[in-house]
């Protein structure tokens, strides 16, 4: 089984909640969801960790707050190797419209010193090495800039470590420069690293193969209800999972979807297998508030119904 690790540098408490409709500068009552130790490498070790892969979690966690962070890791069985740093991991607020989309309220976080962010680089790279797979998931702190990033990633692609990068904005395009082994860009996201609006899938095809150009050898794009594709060095393979009725959140699906190429991958499953399975546990995340999966047999009628094409190989 292959050893995988995820690294999360700007983790949060993510408030999750629901309501018919966002009116603005109006007084909206919220149904609480609930309030969860987060941020999307942390997620993505979550749902690894109830597939059954061992996995460690790294990154930077305030150490005036990080109590329900280290109970989950306990509960969970993650290996915990997260750097404290002084002050509170922050909490962001996720609402999800019954009539329209997640509307994200990110809050800015801890900041991270240079000697704090040598300190992660050095520790990093050394354990790192240790793992088949390593996820570096999300946004980026105050203190770390896209250069920084882009170097960090580079160091850990000289080490041998296979880098899946999630991530979005300055991030993504920092990180893209450093040519990861696989990343997972969405349909909005890719038109941005694009530079110009993407309204059918063949000029999705287009933009991802420009991007797998460059030198990165797993490009899936994720397209919302259009399901997902993935450009590998073999093929061009697209999944359409089943529609959801009963849609609570759609909080972590995405980080749903990277846990099921993980493990798909570790396990070396066949490319189409692999996503159609990582379909299967992003379609089932929105079923709930919360993410993880308490019981693995529920992924089976969704998966029954992903139906995959093979565009191309």
């Not at 109006?26 to 941020?39: D, M, S």
Request: contains cysteine; aromatic residues 8%.
């Amino acid at each position: 089984m292959a050893k995988v690790a995820t690294i999360t540098l700007n983790t949060a408490y993510d408030l999750v909640g629901r309501l018919k409709r966002i009116e603005l500068g109006e007084v909206n009552t919220v149904e609480t969801l609930g309030l969860y130790p987060a941020g999307k490498g942390i997620n993505v070790a979550k749902v690894l960790r109830d597939l059954g892969v061992e996995v460690a979690v790294g990154g930077f966690l305030g150490q005036d707050n990080a109590s329900d962070f280290e109970a989950m890791f306990n509960t969970a069985g993650l290996e915990d190797k997260f750097q404290r740093i002084a002050g509170k991991t922050r909490i962001n607020v996720k609402i999800t419209e019954t009539e329209a989309d997640v509307t994200d309220l990110n809050f800015l976080g801890y900041e991270i010193s240079p000697s704090a962010w040598q300190d992660f680089v050095k520790s990093s790279l050394e354990y790192c090495q240790a793992f088949d797979m390593v996820a570096v998931c999300g946004s980026l702190p105050r203190g770390v800039s896209p250069e920084l990033f882009a170097d960090w990633l580079k160091q850990l692609k000289q080490v041998g470590v296979k880098v899946i990068l999630d991530s979005s904005h300055a991030a993504l395009t920092a990180g893209l420069s450093a040519t990861p082994w696989l990343v997972k860009p969405n349909h909005r996201e890719l038109e941005a690293w694009f530079g110009q609006p993407l309204s059918s899938f063949e000029e999705i095809i287009v933009a991802a193969k420009q991007l797998k150009a460059q030198g990165i050898a797993n490009v899936i794009i994720s397209m919302g209800a259009e399901g997902s594709v993935w450009l590998s060095d073999e093929a061009i393979v697209r999944a359409q999972p089943p529609k959801c009725e009963n849609v609570v959140s759609t909080v972590g699906a995405g980080d749903s979807m990277v846990a099921g190429l993980i493990y798909g991958l570790s396990k070396q499953l066949p490319q189409q297998d692999t996503l159609a399975f990582a379909s299967a546990v992003s379609a089932f995340a929105v079923s709930q508030s919360n993410v993880g999966i308490d019981d693995v047999a529920l992924l089976e009628p969704i998966l029954n119904n992903v139906q995959i094409q093979l565009i191309e190989g």
